[in-house]
Nanobody, 119 residues
Framework: QEQLVESGGGLVQPGGSLRLACAVS????????MAWYRQAPGKQREGVAT???????TYTNSVKGRFTISRDNAKNTVYLQMNSLKPEDTAVYYC?????????????WGQGTQVAVSS
């Protein structure tokens, strides 16, 4: 069973910053498009940011200009730098790895890390 392990969550005041990290097994990160998702209480899980193996990134509109996703394949780690945090960013953040396979894709998920933005 491949593992993704998130870290870096916590409580931060509005306007503050956090950096999340996701440790990924080498067997997965070599081939995967990596992503961060989040799920706020009472809401559906939503995609936040993605990064391909080639370094192409995408962001959901609400975090553009504030969040930055990056990956270091040599360290088997994906990061999410979150700046100018807002209370509406409060959620459990999940790391995701997606690997294309014939006629589909395989997804791997971490256990999640809590981010709370509050004064």
């Amino acid at each position: 069973q491949e593992q993704l392990v998130e870290s870096g969550g916590g409580l931060v005041q509005p306007g503050g910053s956090l950096r999340l990290a996701c440790a990924v097994s080498r067997a997965v990160i070599r081939f995967a498009t990596m992503a961060w998702y989040r799920q706020a209480p009472g809401k559906q899980r939503e995609g936040v940011a993605t990064i391909t193996n080639g370094g192409t990134t995408t962001y959901t509109n609400s975090v553009k200009g504030r969040f930055t996703i990056s990956r270091d394949n040599a360290k088997n780690t994906v990061y999410l730098q979150m700046n100018s945090l807002k209370p509406e960013d409060t959620a459990v953040y999940y790391c995701n790895a997606k690997i294309d396979i014939p006629f589909g894709a395989r997804d791997y998920w971490g256990q999640g890390t809590q981010v709370a933005v509050s004064s």
